[in-house]
């Protein structure tokens, strides 16, 4: 991993917020400036729920 000076994680539960999850990250991303040097995705599930997060390892 590069080095990078800051983290930003985008987590979402339900079916319409995970839908959007990539439209929040690439206006984020526009908005911050920042350049990404690493990420993990991370999927977690139960019996109801269905978890998605995304983080970001960033360098400014």
């Known amino acids: 991993m590069e080095s990078f000076n800051g983290v930003k ?11 959007s999850l990539g439209e929040n990250i690439t206006r984020w991303l526009q908005d911050s400036g920042a350049q990404v040097v690493d990420k993990i995705v991370v999927q977690s599930s139960d019996r109801e729920f269905h978890c998605l997060s995304i983080i970001l390892f960033y360098r400014k």
Do not use: N
């Open 9 to 19: 994680v985008f987590s979402a539960t339900l079916a319409r917020d995970r839908e």
